[in-house]
């Protein structure tokens, strides 16, 4: 009894859906400045005829390209871009606001695509800083935090609370005693 094989016609062939080899594509281009049609290149190689006449008019070896798709926040870049940093990255913000201002109904994933490349940008806005000088007793930044530390041979998760004051401009811990002499200069007393 013999077995046969009979591929269902929604099934594609391997062959059909990969992308050709440059060196294959140069053989296909030796084959026409030879004089042979795509009809006989296409016999000789084996391949399917459109897929000559296509790297025919391309000239030779092109990368396949994704088309590039309609978005729903075409023509809309700039407005987005500054609605995600006026909002610092809420991006269901921005989609709600999309909707009163623009009428466009979108999902929050699509928001979120659409600002995936603004992301660095905030970082980067974050970790800038401004600095400026304040008299003495005029400004105190505190900070709060927990770490874990080792003592003796046991782990032990400790809480922090940090005070700056902006005019000295460096953490220094309780009762270190450092202070400015009369050029600014630091020294110890």
């Known amino acids: 009894m013999a077995l046969e094989i009979v591929q269902h016609p929604h099934l594609r062939d391997s062959r059909r859906d990969r992308m050709l080899e440059p060196e294959e594509v140069n053989r ?8 042979l049609g795509s009809r006989q290149i296409a016999g000789e190689l084996g391949l399917a005829r459109n897929t000559i006449k296509r790297y025919l008019r391309a000239g030779g070896y092109a990368s396949y390209q994704t088309p590039r798709r309609p978005c729903l926040l075409d023509g809309l870049e700039e407005w987005l871009r500054a609605t995600f940093l006026q909002h610092r990255g809420n991006c269901d913000v921005v989609r709600q606001q999309l909707l009163t201002e623009h009428g466009r109904v979108v999902s929050l994933r699509t928001v979120q695509r659409g600002c995936q490349g603004l992301r660095a940008e905030l970082k980067a806005r974050a970790k800038a800083t401004i600095r400026f000088e304040t008299p003495p007793g005029k400004q105190l930044q505190i900070d709060f935090g927990e770490a874990t530390v080792e003592i003796g041979e046991h782990k032990t998760r400790v809480h922090l609370f940090v005070a700056t004051l902006g005019y000295w ?4 811990p309780k009762g270190a005693g450092r202070r400015r002499g009369p050029q600014g200069l630091h020294s110890d007393g």
């Open 28 to 35: 296909i281009m030796e084959l026409h400045r030879l004089g």
């Open 169 to 172: 401009q460096r953490q220094q």
